[in-house]
């Protein structure tokens, strides 16, 4: 396929971008990870580390990228340039020169607020051609989390260096990490200071991750009630990781009701099990300061679970160097909670032998 002409990643329409008339794109040729929203002329998303893959022959790619967000762009598998994007920007990338096909990725690195970001079209340049789409895994695997999933300040020096937009990244979170090193498709479900009934500090009360867990793009609701419903029929994982929590119990009181977090969190873990037949869990908690009620108050559940006997579902309770921005873990840190959770997630979904 020629791509000659800015290419529209809407699936099967045509449309127009910067005035130019662009061709439509073959769904096959895309592969995405996460969250996506699929308008007439342009993929949109708000998540961490949602990513849009293909492979293709090229000397050139170009994406024309609207939004505030900072991206990672891959080539087979290797990080290649960081780039940041504030209003509507038409992003260049160098790709190898020896006429062989290579895989492509774009993965968004930073937060889901502020907002959305949208692609209107990748472009190949006058001989570039898309090959064949990258296969699916068998593999699949969601977390559901907060700024520790996200992996908020990772690249902090200390409390203080730099800000949230600057040193989050995703890819280095241990949910990206894992995924990659299990080889699995993933999406990443996470908002920064949001509990699952109490958000940190108690902002924006009625935007707990329990109401914004419905929506393809998360970081939205809050400016648009009204933006789009996620279809659960488009992802269902095979594993799903819940570290949520730490907003609920963490910081100045008055935390979450216990009774309340509670019949939260096995309400999700039933409608989970509903949307998703056979479905695994590992629940994730940690120390929360100053009253470290987290642990015993996921590990009762767990508890609860296995009496009433579910055996769908594993606890791991996991210590975290919190030396990054805001006091949150270290490069290093994610890494290790991505060693230490790997073989859990690998016997929940049956991996081990594989």
């Known amino acids: 396929m020629n791509t000659n002409m800015f290419l529209s990643v809407a699936f099967v329409l045509a449309a127009t971008v910067y005035g130019g008339a662009s061709m439509p794109i073959d769904k096959e040729s ?40 900072r991206f990672l762009f891959e080539i087979d598998g290797k990080p290649q340039k960081y ?38 079209g990748i472009d190949l340049g006058k001989k570039g051609s898309f090959a064949e789409k990258p296969k699916a895994s068998s593999r699949r695997i969601e977390f559901i989390g907060d700024s520790f999933t996200v992996g908020y300040g990772v690249e902090g020096k200390g409390p203080e260096d730099g800000t949230p937009f600057e040193k989050t990244n995703a890819s280095k979170s241990y949910a990206f990490i894992l995924s990659e090193s299990l080889r699995a498709d993933y999406h990443v479900n996470a ?18 991750l329990e109401t914004l867990y419905d929506y393809t793009m ?4 809050e400016q648009d009630a009204n933006t789009e419903r ?11 990781v819940v570290f949520v929590g730490i907003n609920d119990f963490q910081g100045e009181p008055p935390y979450a009701d216990v009774g309340k977090f ?23 908690a940690t120390k929360t300061w100053p009253n470290d009620d ?47 959770l790997r073989p859990l997630v690998a016997r929940l979904g049956g991996w081990l032998s594989r």
Request: proline share 5%; hydrophobic share 35%.
């Open 262 to 284: 509670k019949q939260a969190y096995v309400k999700l873990l039933d409608r989970l099990r509903a949307l998703h037949p056979g479905v695994k869990f590992l629940l994730v």
């Open 191 to 208: 908002v920064s200071g949001r509990g699952l009934v109490r958000n940190y500090a108690n902002i924006v009360p009625e935007w707990t």
């Open 83 to 120: 780039v940041t994007v504030t209003d509507r920007k038409k992003q260049k990338f160098s790709t190898p020169k020896d006429g062989k096909p290579h895989t492509y990725r774009l993965v968004k690195v930073s937060e889901s607020n502020p907002g959305k970001f949208c692609i209107h």
């Open 30 to 69: 895309l592969a995405l990870n996460g969250r996506w929203s699929v308008q007439d002329s342009c993929l949109c998303a708000s998540a961490p580390a949602v990513s849009i893959s293909f492979n293709a022959k090229t000397t050139e790619v170009t994406f024309d990228i609207e939004g505030e967000a």
């Open 230 to 240: 996620w279809d659960f029929e488009r992802f269902h994982p095979q594993v799903v």
């Open 218 to 221: 998360m970081g939205v609701p």
């Open 294 to 340: 987290l642990g015993g108050v996921v590990e009762g559940i767990y508890n609860d679970q296995v009496a009433a006997g579910k055996t769908d579902i594993l606890y791991k309770f996991v210590y975290t160097e919190n030396t990054a921005l805001h006091g949150h873990p270290s490069e290093n840190s994610q890494k290790e909670l991505a060693n230490t």
